[in-house]
Nanobody, 123 residues
Framework: QVQLVESGGGLVQAGGSLRLSCAAS????????MGWFRQAPGKEREFVAA????????YYADSVKGRFTISRDNAKNTVRLQMNSLKLEDTAVYYC????????????????WGQGTQVTVSS
């Protein structure tokens, strides 16, 4: 099992930047694909980005491509999401997730989740 704790959310103006972090417990962090998802009020949880176990491969939703960067540090059991050029529509609760076997954008196939961190983008 792995426990995930997100941090770094907050209030930012449109066009600004935030960096989210997700700290994972356990000794097998490098065995998990890691992903970021988000959920806005009244909407379904949606995929943001994923990174492979080795960090050699990353995958982004079209809505964030070119603005967000996912990275991981297996030595520190950490995955990060650098968010630049933030837009009003990026406002959501952001969740870190882990999967032992799946590398993709379906939230149904991720096994472990953090509690979420709120990101609010203001005009």
């Amino acid at each position: 099992q792995v426990q995930l704790v997100e941090s770094g959310g907050g209030l930012v103006q449109a066009g600004g930047s935030l960096r989210l972090s997700c700290a994972a417990s356990g000794r097998s962090f490098s065995e998990y694909v890691m992903g970021w998802f988000r959920q806005a009020p009244g909407k379904e949880r949606e995929f943001v980005a994923a990174v492979s176990r080795s960090a050699r491969s990353t995958y982004y939703a079209d809505s964030v491509k070119g603005r967000f960067t996912i990275s991981r540090d297996n030595a520190k059991n950490t995955v990060r999401l650098q968010m630049n050029s933030l837009k009003l529509e990026d406002t959501a609760v952001y969740y870190c997730a882990a999967s032992r076997t799946y590398y993709g954008d379906s939230y149904l196939k991720y096994d472990y989740w953090g509690q979420g961190t709120q990101v609010t983008v203001s005009s």
